[in-house]
């Protein structure tokens, strides 16, 4: 609890602020059909593909396996290690959303020029409250991950000292958290990826889940629901709206990973906060 209380802090003492005010967007263009989006790879072996591209956002999926994996950890936030099934594939940001390509649905759903791109931009966009990041992925006819999901996809099938979180210097190779990145952010996808094809899981900057937070973990991932875990409903009307957070961030000190595991508020816009889209498949 005492690392818990000490990382909401930090959120508060890095926030943006006040909640901005939501501008009005507009519908984008294009189909959000991933099935006609442009493919990046496929598989040798069967022809499939494991990368796709939307043309609109400039977003590379990858396509996750559906499997079985560990979720949880040890501390009182983590809560119990236990397995969960994601029955289905379905596709994840191979990175977190850059600025650049906030800027670039910024422009699409406003009707303004988008702004020149420099070597910044390609940085995580964060700042972003709940609600700002979920109606990106609405937009756009992706979504936030599910907790499960994501852990599913940060840990890659990935055990033992395989790991990236196994040792410092595996997690160094895998991430920006405070023993290499300077305190500040970095440009994605300039670390390696997990097995699974994925970057910048692991530090950077913290990514917003589609789970609300309940205190205990076994709460939000009941017995008997944990094939493809939505995790526990909304609080009662006037209750704050927390939301989990996952995968540490520049400013991160090397832990349980991946099962690290923080909450939010949901108006919380925090220079540590960004997110990465998921999408059906």
Known sequence: MKR?????LILWLVACGARSERPQRTAIDGSADPKTWEVVARDPNTDEPTRVRDPRSGITFVVVPA???PMGGKSDIDGPVHEVTISEPFLLAETEVTIAQWNRYDAATRGSH???VTPRDEQPMSGIDWDAAAEFCELHGYSLPTE???E???RAASSGDAAPWRTRERLEQHGWVYTNSEQRAWPVAHKA?????LFDMLGNVWEWCAD???AGYADAIPTGKRTDPQGPPAPPDGATSLHVIRGGSWLSTPAAWPSDRQYASVDTESALIGFRPACAW
Request: proline share 8%; aromatic share 16%.
């Open 193 to 197: 990826a997990n097995a699974f094809g």
């Open 152 to 154: 599913y996809a940060a």
């Open 4 to 8: 818990a209380l000490a990382t909401c």
């Open 67 to 69: 499997g079985s994996s």
């Open 212 to 214: 609300h937070y309940a």
């Open 114 to 116: 988008p702004p020149r």
């Open 148 to 150: 499960a999901q994501w």
